[in-house]
């Protein structure tokens, strides 16, 4: 049984938008966490686009900011990932994680090795 499943990847033109969706189990909301969008392209490192807190902090790498939100539904145990003004550098295969956290941490690492829940991915395309 898988703690997180992506989806809503796809193709899109330079410019497009897109939505990531990310189903997470009870095991994750159990205790307080930090979740977080990752990307991987062929040859390339693993690279941590966004993170968000169980109190809603989110953190961005910089080439992203101002293009990407991450948001999530507690009710529906569901991460998001808005992607608008995508660029041909975004391509890449994207990943939703998970770790968790004392109550009274406020910030979420963007360092992949923090990480031990992943799903599967879903694959992004942007061409131009």
């Known amino acids: 049984q898988e703690q997180l499943v992506e989806s809503g990847g796809g193709s899109v033109q330079a410019g497009g938008s897109l939505r990531l969706s990310c189903a997470a189990s009870?095991?994750?909301?159990?205790?307080?966490?930090?979740m977080g969008w990752f990307r991987q392209s062929p040859g390339k490192e693993r690279e941590g686009v966004a993170s968000?807190?169980?109190?809603?902090?989110?953190s961005y790498v910089d080439s992203v900011k101002g293009r990407f939100t991450i948001s999530q539904d507690n009710a529906e145990s569901t991460l998001y990932l808005q992607m608008d003004s995508l660029r041909p550098e975004d391509t890449a295969m994207y990943y939703c994680?998970?770790?968790?956290?004392?109550?009274?941490?406020?910030?979420?690492?963007?360092?992949?090795?923090?990480?031990?829940?992943w799903g599967q991915g879903t694959q992004v395309t942007v061409s131009s």
């Open positions: 994680a998970a770790y968790h956290v004392a109550w009274w941490s406020r910030l979420c690492t963007l360092e992949s090795s923090r990480y031990p829940y």
């Open positions: 009870r095991v994750i909301y159990s205790r307080s966490y930090c």
């Open positions: 968000i807190g169980s109190d809603g902090t989110t």
